[in-house]
């Protein structure tokens, strides 16, 4: 792995200020008294040729830390929690409207409303899936597999495949419909084979949680170890076949 990618994700904005740093080491521009940002922003307890990315940037980073409640942080974060804080007030503006039945401000709030609802989702608890959990029972060939996919993509479901658009790898002026492999619980295929004890504690505690998730749904403890062993043994092969960096099935 590039050294780089595996730093915080406030290299995102600090990595410009590196390359300024190493064009100017003296930090000033000849003929002006601006402040001299990019000496401030070095770390000069570290030697260059150790660690070149702390001496050019250290300075920055401790000026601006990580928040405790983040993982990482970068100007996407802060253009997401933007997004999000808006989404949330268009919301509640929705469902405060009493607006007219079928339009889209009706259905917004509606739709937001029923999120809300804790107590009647408790109640209804999986009746609403019903349907759809009895066409995925009622799976008996690949056709319906393919049937099940089609329907459950639209719906937001994570099923097998994953389709998206973006830019055409061989026509950047183009936009176009990508297909990439879906249905893993677990974040990416190293979780289900790498041997280390903190992965396979991650194993075998997303095994539990799917047997949970069964045993919410009505199944008893042996039906929904049996269930559970089947998903994770499902997930498992699909892992074995997602491509690696060279490009090769692994």
Not at 40 to 61: E, I, K
Not at 166 to 183: E, R
Not at 222 to 227: C, D, E, G
Request: glycine fraction near 8%; include cysteine.
């Amino acid at each position: 792995m590039n050294p780089l990618f595996s730093r915080p994700r406030r290299w995102l904005l600090a990595a410009p200020l590196l390359m300024l740093a190493a064009c100017q080491p003296g930090g000033k521009s000849a003929g002006t008294a601006r402040p001299d940002l990019l000496q401030a922003n070095l770390d000069t307890t570290v030697r260059p040729g150790d660690d070149f990315f702390t001496y050019a940037n250290g300075g920055w980073l401790k000026k601006h830390p990580i928040p405790a409640s983040e993982s990482s942080w970068g100007i996407g974060k802060e253009v997401q929690n933007e997004v999000y804080a808006r989404l949330r007030s268009l919301n509640e503006e929705a469902a405060n409207a009493n607006a007219a039945a079928g339009t889209n401000q009706q259905k917004i709030g509606d739709f937001y409303a029923t999120g809300l609802d804790s107590a009647t989702v408790e109640q209804q608890g999986l009746a609403p899936l019903k349907p759809e959990l009895n066409r995925l029972a009622a799976i008996q060939s690949v056709a319906d597999v393919q049937a099940a996919i089609a329907r459950l993509i639209p719906l937001g479901v994570n099923a097998l495949i994953g389709p998206y658009v973006g830019q055409d790898a061989k026509n950047s002026d183009k936009m176009a419909l990508q297909l990439w492999q879906a249905g893993l619980g677990l974040p990416n295929r190293d979780y289900y084979f790498n041997k280390d004890t903190r992965t396979a504690n991650i194993r075998r505690e997303y095994g539990r949680h799917v047997a949970r998730m069964f045993r919410l749904m009505g199944q008893d403890s042996v039906a929904a170890q049996a269930s559970s062993a089947r998903v994770v043994a499902l997930e498992t092969a699909l892992a074995k076949r997602v491509f690696g960096n060279l490009g090769k099935p692994v």
